[in-house]
């Protein structure tokens, strides 16, 4: 079955960097787009970016743009989400998310469990 | 960018009740990038339906998902006591590409 298991969250000083990965099996994962979500405490779900199946075409909230990266290692059958120069306000459950079409940014048919970002001095 | 606003804030029923959440996009958007998740606490979102009104596999036919342009909701027949749960729209925008979630509907038992 589709399982997408986050890790890499913990808690960070503010204008430090954290890496999240997402390790995907249970479904060809080279040939799905992929999407991050977050859900900073007791708020709503916030859409952070996505990267097409292929690598080639990424897009970003304008609350990434700039300091976040989105990527993947097919081989590695995982997705990844590099945040530089973090802020207070990125404190959140980091959510990733499979698309289940090809085209343009669609819907999320399957979520991980997330993994929690604190940043705090 | 275009906001979706959900209503009410807070709907509270019984078990048994008919339950009706709205989205309301601030423009017009296509059929085909609107979806709806529910989300328990401590839990991930899961996806109820897509493209307005299909549904998601294993979602029970209770849930039912309506609309078109700038009016779209998502209907639950006849409440269980597990769909007491926080609801989401989602839609995307082509220009800028970008991925919109509504602020949520909590569904709580009266």
């Known amino acids: 079955q589709v399982q997408l298991v986050e890790s890499g969250g913990g808690v960070v000083q503010p204008g430090r960097s954290l890496r999240l990965s997402c390790a995907a099996s249970?479904?060809?994962?080279?040939?799905?787009?992929m999407h991050w979500v977050r859900q900073a405490p007791g708020k709503g779900l916030e859409w952070m970016a996505v990267i097409s199946y292929d690598g080639k075409v990424k897009y970003y909230a304008d609350s990434a743009q700039g300091r976040f990266t989105i990527s993947r290692d097919d081989s590695k059958n995982t997705l990844y989400l590099q945040m530089n120069s973090l802020r207070a306000e990125d404190t959140a459950i980091y959510f990733c998310a499979r698309d289940p079409r090809r085209g343009p940014p669609d819907y999320f048919d399957y979520w991980g469990q997330g993994t929690l970002v604190t940043v705090s001095s | 960018e275009i906001v979706l606003t959900q209503s009410p804030g807070t709907l509270s029923l019984s078990p048994g009740e008919r339950a009706t959440l709205s989205c309301r996009p601030s423009?017009?958007?296509?059929?085909?990038?609107l979806a709806w998740y529910q989300q328990k606490p401590g839990q991930a979102p899961r996806l109820l339906i897509y493209g307005a009104s299909s549904r998601a596999t294993g979602i029970p036919d209770r849930f039912s998902g309506s609309g078109s342009g700038t009016d779209f909701t998502l209907t639950i027949s006849r409440l269980e006591p597990e769909d007491f749960a926080v609801y989401y729209c989602q839609q995307y925008g082509t220009s800028p590409p970008r991925v919109t979630f509504g602020q949520g509907t909590r569904l709580e038992i009266k």
């Open positions: 423009q017009s958007v296509s059929s085909s990038y």
């Open positions: 249970g479904f060809t994962f080279s040939t799905y787009p």
